[in-house]
């Protein structure tokens, strides 16, 4: 048994349209049932997301036997958490709110072992999924995305892509809104939020690094999908169970639309 991080292959090989699952509600059956899909990859997110960490590791031993890639999204540039997720057998960390070369930098050195980096050995379930040479082939495995979600981490992008070992980005457009003084969801096709994403985008691929676009709901995923981005975020479990809920109703018996949002 060899680690092997699949998504990242696909990525190198610029294999279009690599798509990535979100999971918010803290369920292993759900995570069984989402990673059994042809997903590319699937999240686990502990920022927004309703699960602590033992949920969260329980969620990556559903995903055992698959061929997606299990990826988390930790809470905050925190180095034992993100060690935690690590040693628990994720194989990618979507680090948020990174807005400077530094903070990327730091959110790096966590993620690899020495000699480049500052992370502390000890694989407790990474080895046992990954092999007992885990620990060699960690550091080239292991994906580290950051996102970019504020002005300031757009005005700073070239200078974060710039930083060694770090994989790639991943935008959050409705942080992204926020800093833009716009509407988080409601103006995802405005002009000042498109050209500060592409301008990220552009950045990281003259950098040689990959480009992740979160992408909910789902019509958002489709007029993304010739942008150039490496992989997109196309929907959560939350927003995938209400809208398969809606067309259920629309068939068997149709209502008044849903007062109820969809899902982050």
Known sequence: MTISNRLKQKMHARTPGLLNAWLTLGSPAIAELVSRQPWDAVTVDMQHGLGDFETTVSMLRAMNGTEITPMVRVPWMEPGLIQKVLDAGALGVICPMINTREECRQFVSVCRYAPVGSRSFGPTRAAVVGGQDYWKLANESVLTLAMIETAQAVE????????????????????????????????????????????????????????????????????????????????????????????????????????GVAGY
Request: charged residues 25%; negative net charge; aromatic residues 4%.
């Open 156 to 259: 700073n992008i070239e200078d974060i892509v710039s930083v060694d070992g770090l994989d790639g980005i991943y935008i959050g457009p409705s942080d992204l809104s926020l800093t833009l003084e716009l509407s988080p969801g409601a103006d995802l096709g405005h002009a000042r939020l498109l050209d500060a994403v592409e301008r990220v985008r552009a950045a990281a691929e003259a950098a040689g690094k990959f480009s992740v676009m979160h992408c909910s709901p789902i019509d958002y995923a489709v007029k993304m999908a010739d942008k150039g981005f490496s992989l997109r975020t196309a929907s959560s479990d939350s927003r995938m169970l209400v809208e398969a809920a809606r067309e259920l109703f629309r068939v068997l018996r149709p209502v008044a639309p849903s007062q």
